[in-house]
């Protein structure tokens, strides 16, 4: 039972994330005849190649559980991976307990494959990592078992009262174990600090039914600011990192009734909780059910603001939980009144620019998806999916107030096929890019979603000063229409690999305006410099371009 | 494990009684719903409180009714605001495991109990792994599995109960929670989800630096240390992979590999829906057996519908298996219903009825094909629970011989009858209670009739134990219909243990004329009340009929009788 919820949360939260994904890459295909490609390169520690060590090939649309393609390196530290089919990768190495000898020079590296291209050097220079290692222990000197330990990169920047500007996401996790031991290894050279417990303002995990303890930094310290940061250098080894947390967080029950709208109980209705926590939301791990006479409980819920939340595509009924935040202060609170309203619903048609039946066929494939953003962004307060019906209808329900936002994919993968494209999100006539506005209850009609189906290509190279990105160089190119005032919904950007290059595929004909940014490491002196190019495509035809950057001789003064 | 009643529910019986005054109890259907609480301790081996643990109090056949809670600093907890009925309370503490309770006896606690959790500390495995040339490995997993309880007793079936901790960069792994049994440890090899692992590919290397056939035994005892130390192998092994056909877009499926012909587990992986197929890495040459099990959730009941597989056999020769095609097929299920049938009988008035809310139907199945089967029982359900009308539906059954084992909450009240009603205008009535009901692969068995009666008796009562004397272990009373007719009624055969002072108890006794034994070192057949009613019992059954009637020990209870001080010449 416990491993399946923590599967449904790890669909659920993939299905959350899907709007980033959208914006990743396009979905190469593999051809029918083997891939010929092929990437290639050395592993080396201290110019001396490296032996054993696995190299992979991620997608950037890779799912979780797929398998990656892989080589591993000979004695003197070559590696090449072959049958490669086109697209973007990340070259990824595996030695957890190495780093990457150039900071600028990051472990993952992103490499574009074209058609049997035998891309080569792409090599690795690591060094020995460090190591930070401790204790935790609770109040009265026990081990703290299986507690994460989360650590954070010292901001160097001075933090301003506006800005704490605290690293939100730790860069590396560990748990410590049954004598209240962690270790953390492979940590590139840098000054870090060291915390257990969970922290309002921070990603700590959390995990109900277990002690919850106040976030404590290294030596002892509540703030981020005044935590010692331990200083790593290569192969260096800290010790006694040990925290001392305080008493465990007191917990609470909240208690009450899941009710319809003329509030008479609901029973065997399932919903979980998010909890607001400074400026985000983290969901409870604990599963919420009305019984037969539609009560509920929910205990170890420590002090904070709560709403609710219905899984999508559960036996809700396309219901919605009405205004039940309910807050935890010192106390267990009863009388929490959920009540479940009919949702706003969004009717419409999905349109597809194209006369090609084989294409127009492929959209009873496709599913959309709704994802209501509440007033402040951040949090999907509720989310309703629906299949594309022959003539291209759809149907959302069970939906809140809020900001909709739409995307379209197929229904086990959260992309839509190669060569479909979002054009516009029409409300009776009007376009409205930017998100549906509904209100509690609405009954949307009349929503068309426009998506192209394209089939040109633009393979395209970034120079600089008419030669290759110089080493920590960052490349972004954004593909827009000319003279379009509203945001284009959905033509995404490519991923520009390490050599400048990028790929574009299955877009519409037309002209469009690549927008390109080089910047160069994270040096704030140096300025971004962009380039426009025009280019305008014919479908199934693959178009060429090289962009060309001139990066200021001297950085100017600030 | 202590059970208490609380005054709480007692409260509210003597309040329904009073309230309804003269009306009559054993006819309500469905009981007025109260909620009420269950609480408890969780303990360590020594008996200390247990904070921070956390406790799960699950409403048994229930998919939802799955509350969880912290203990307190005094390893206390309580869960309130229940809905009358049976559950199950189970505890999870980081480095402590509980011991497997008998599956024979399962601990259902009803409102108002107190559960008492033993917990123990857990032991650990730590070590080195370490290649040929005696450099570290660095985040290798390394696997954990119990092939023998604490007991010596093997452990068959799929592959669980196996714990898995990586290497860290001194090559030092440390898997601890461990309960006390005999372990093999492996470094290496498939894991549950395909990860970017150096070693997944790899065949285990099984400590010291073996094969499976030749692995080390670890014994572990709770809150040890053991020192285990692996020289890697890494030899290349080789995948099987294919993919598990149509399944549904909520389906998970689990995969389980075995050595061919045998229970011994070999790795398990998953095809979610997302997968195009499973796969299966670091397999050595071999032959292997290869079974599939689906699951989805019903959405409206969210309880989960089950399908397997037929095993299939894989032969892994030097290279890879690929294209493997496999279909689930669904398992069946017994539904019946549960009637109360009240009595007329003065002595009885006011008796409070059974609440089918209170109520489970358990499934036996021969020990011999339980053996037999990999997965029977461990994943599928064992037990149903009536709703409100009496209704019950025992699902995700493969195909065997089952028993039906009713349980009920009323003093006063006995199990009468078990019986299929078949259909057609001459329907059979088959006895439940005294044969084995065969369940054909995915049949869909109705009309069951479990049959509850009021009128129940008790008895308490001793042999002559002299005195400084002390009964010896193993003896056993029992109870042997004396009515004309009811000679082959099982449901009329009874044992208990009768304790060191010579006492003993029989609850929920038809009432009807007995002949009362005892018995000491009696065959295991008729140890147990469930095994005594087997229809493999019955010539024990005949003999000891024939012994009972040659003591003539014979007794005779009223209905709602209270037989106290019962003496028994040995």
Known sequence: MRFSTRYLFA??????????????????????????????????????????????????????????????????????????????????????????????????????????????GVNFALVRGGVITGRVTDADGRPVIQQQVNIYQENTSTPTPQQPQRPLFPVNTAQTDDRGI???????????????????????????????????????????????????????????????????????????????????????????????????????????VSNTQGDFVVEGLIPGKYGIYFFPNDNTNNLRAESSNFEIIDQDISGVVVKLTKGATVTGVVVVESEDKAVLAQLSELQIRGYIVAPGGGMVSSSSSSPIGPDGSFRLAGLGAGNLNLNIATVNRPFPPKGFSMVRIERDGAVVNRGIEIKDGEQVTGVRVVMSYGSA???????????????????????????ETMPSVNLRSPVVDERGRFLLEGIPAGTYELITMVSIGNDPKIPARTAKRIVTVQDGSTQDITIAVEMPSTPPRP | MIHNRSMIVFLVLVLCVVVRGQERLAERKTP???????????????????????????????????????????????????????????????????????????????????ARVDMIRGGAITGTVSNSMGEPLIAVRVRATMIRDANGKALRGPLIGSFEQPTDDRGIYRIYGLAPGTYIVSAGGGGFITNFNPYESDIPTFAPSSTRDTAAEVKVLGGDDVAVDIRYRGEPGHSVSGSVAKIGNTSNVTLFLTKAGSNIPVANTIQIPSMRGFVFNGLGDGDYDLVAQESMTNPSTYLLVMSYSEPKRITVR?????????????????????????????????????????????????????????????????????????AFNLRNLPAGRYQLEPRFYARYWYLQSIAINGAGPKPQRIDAAANWTTLKSGEQLTNVAVTLAGGAASIRGSVPVKDGETLPTGMVVYLIPNDKGKEEDVLRYFVTELAADGTFTFNSIPPGRYFVITQANVETQIATLAKLRQPEAAPSRTKLRRIAETKKSELEVKPCQNLVDYQLKQ
């Open chain 1, 11 to 120: 669909i659920l939260f993939a299905s959350l994330s899907l709007p980033t994904l959208l914006s990743a890459q396009s979905v190469t295909q593999q051809p029918a005849k083997a891939p010929r490609g092929s990437v290639s390169g050395r592993v080396t520690i201290k110019e001396k190649g490296v032996a054993g060590v696995m190299v992979g090939l991620r997608k950037n649309e890779t799912m979780p559980f797929e398998p990656i393609q892989k080589a591993t390196t000979d004695p003197d530290g070559f590696y090449r991976i072959t049958n490669v089919p086109p697209g973007n990768y990340d070259v990824v190495t595996a030695a957890p307990a190495y780093v990457a000898a150039d900071k600028k020079d990051p472990r993952g590296r992103q490499i574009l494959v074209g058609d049997d291209e035998n891309v080569e």
């Open chain 1, 182 to 288: 962690y270790r953390v290894y492979g940590l590139q050279a840098g000054r870090y600090k060291v915390a257990a417990g969970r922290g309002e303002d921070t990603f700590t995990g959390n995990s109900t039914g277990r002690f919850s303890y106040r976030q404590v930094f290294h030596p002892d310290v509540n703030e981020q600011e005044k935590a010692k940061a331990i200083e790593v250098s290569e192969g260096s080894e800290a010790t006694d990192v040990d925290i001392v947390l305080g008493r465990a967080l007191q917990t609470f029950a909240a208690a009450g009734k899941v009710v319809d709208e003329k509030g008479l109980p609901v029973p065997t209705i399932r919903f979980t909780l998010q909890r607001t926590a400074g400026q985000r939301v983290e969901f409870v791990n604990t599963l919420a």
């Open chain 1, 457 to 483: 290509t633009i393979r395209g190279i970034v120079t600089v000063d008419d030669g290759p990105l110089p080493p920590g160089a960052r490349a972004a190119v954004r593909l827009s229409k000319p003279g």
């Open chain 2, 32 to 114: 007025e719903p109260t909620t009420g609480s269950i609480d408890g301790k969780v303990v360590n081996e020594s008996g200390q409180p247990l904070a921070g643990a956390s406790v799960f109090v699950r409403m048994v056949n229930s998919a939802v009714l799955n509350r969880s809670t912290t203990t307190d600093m005094d390893g206390n907890f309580r869960v309130n605001g229940l809905e009358t009925g049976l559950y199950v309370v189970a505890a999870q503490a980081p480095a402590y495991t509980t011991l497997p309770g008998d599956p024979e006896k399962p601990q259902y606690y009803r409102l108002g109990d107190s």
């Open chain 2, 318 to 390: 030097g290279a890879d298996v690929t294209g493997i095609e496999i279909v689930t097929k669904p398992l069946g299920s017994i539904s019946g219903k549960v009637s109360l049938e009240p009595t007329k009988v003065p002595e009885c008035e006011g008796k409070r009825p059974p609440l089918l809310s209170e109520m489970v139907v358990r499934i036996k199945r021969p020990e011999k094909e339980l053996e037999a089967d990999l997965f029977a029982m461990r994943f599928t359900a064992n037990s149903g629970s009536p709703d409100t009308g009496g």
